[in-house]
Each structure stands twice: as C-alpha cells, then as structure tokens.
C-alpha cells in the first residue's frame, strides 16, 4: 500500500536558524515527488518536483532532495514569511497523493 | 498570482440547501480536480475530469455532484449536506498527461450549519 509520511509533524524556529523536513514515502513505480507549501486557508503552491533519487531543486532558500525512501526539503535562514504548511506528495494513478504535511513556525 | 479561481470564498448553507462552487482555470489544462481539505489534513481527492469526462469518483457521497461544462470550468453542486462536510474545497487542475503537476486555486470555506 502506498504511503507517505512526514516528519516532524510541527517545526518551530527562529528566524535564521537552518533545518530540514522529511518525507519517507512507499510508492511502487514512482512518477515524481511533489513539494507544495500551503498557508492558512488557502490552496498549496507548487515548489518542486523530483523525478530520480539524487535530484536536487533550489528555490530562494528552499532546497529540495530525493533519494529511493525520501525526501528532504532544507530551509536555509528562514525568515518569518517561510511559516506555512509543506506537503509532499507522490504521483499515484496520474494523481497526487498527499502526506500530513509539517507546520513550520518561524519566529522573529 | 494564481491562474486558477474559485467562487465563492466562503459559504454558509443550511442542511436543507442547494449551492454550487465554482472554478475556473485560465492554464489551457485538459483535466481538472476537485479536493475536500479540513483543518490540519492534507488535501482528499473527490473527483477527477479528464476532457470534460468525470474519470475518477473517490467513493464520494451523492450529495456532492460535479460537472465539467467546458475544458475550464468545473462545478461542485452540493445538495442536503450534512455538518461534518464543513470543509476548505480545492479545485485544481494540471495537463491531462501530467497530472501529478497540479495547480491549485484557493479554496471555497464551506460552512454546513
């Protein structure tokens, strides 16, 4: 059975203080892994995506990584304006199955 | 700016009401979504339109009924819901090929009073 797991389940840091997220994920035959981040109330913004384990994706201070069980997406010096909920996802029958994403709390 | 919209933002119904959300994608996309999302969950998969023809139905209950009138609009009619369908309503959509790249619009707040 597919599944996708994040850890930790909620993340609070200071402003500048670096860390990583995780996504463990069991997928037979995997088409991609997807990173979304979510504010409240709102729809998930696409980040990423990664096709083959040893892909890397930058973007501003998000850094996302793939290997064959997981993920890391990496916050370098967050800011205040990084607080949002990130999901990851995996491809399953051409459509996204979604883990419990990390709340990511980053304080002034 | 997102290329997806969806209509209303916010929604209080009764139990014994009929509404319809709506969304609209301006992305030339083949295929559209709808997702139930509540508080601290991830997105839930309800129902998929691949050129305007429904191909998935995630066992969702009757009261929820969609319809895809054209290749960028996508409607959720919704009909005697009940309280626990109090919910954030995604629609997304993607290129009918890849549908693991979806885009998302932001959401209706769906109160069942």
């Known amino acids: 059975e597919d599944q996708v797991t994040q850890s930790p389940e909620a993340l609070r840091l200071q402003e500048g203080e670096s860390s990583s997220l995780n996504c463990s994920y069991t997928v037979s035959g995997l088409r991609g892994l997807f990173w979304y981040r979510q504010d409240p109330g709102k729809g998930p913004e696409f980040l990423f995506t990664?096709?083959?384990a040893g892909e890397e994706k930058e973007k501003e201070r998000l850094k996302a990584t793939l290997t064959k069980k997981e993920s890391f997406l990496h916050i370098t010096a967050p800011k205040p304006e990084d607080s949002a909920t990130y999901l990851c996802a995996v491809s399953r029958a051409n459509n996204l199955f979604f883990g419990t994403g990390t709340r990511l709390t980053v304080i002034p | 700016d997102t290329e997806v919209t969806q209509t209303p933002k916010h929604l209080v119904m009764g139990m014994t009401n009929k509404k319809s959300l709506k969304c609209e994608q301006h992305m030339g996309h083949r295929a559209m979504y709808w997702y139930k999302q509540k508080a601290k969950k991830p997105p839930e998969l309800m129902f998929v339109?691949?050129?305007?023809?429904?191909?998935i139905n995630e066992s969702v209950p009757s009261r929820f009924s969609p319809e895809c009138p054209n290749s960028s609009l996508l409607n959720l009619h919704l009909h005697a819901l009940q309280p626990e369908d109090s919910a954030l309503y995604l629609c997304a959509s993607s290129h009918e090929s890849r549908g693991y790249e979806q885009y998302f619009g932001p959401g209706t707040r769906l109160t069942v009073t």
């Open positions: 339109y691949s050129y305007e023809k429904l191909s």
């Open positions: 990664l096709y083959s």
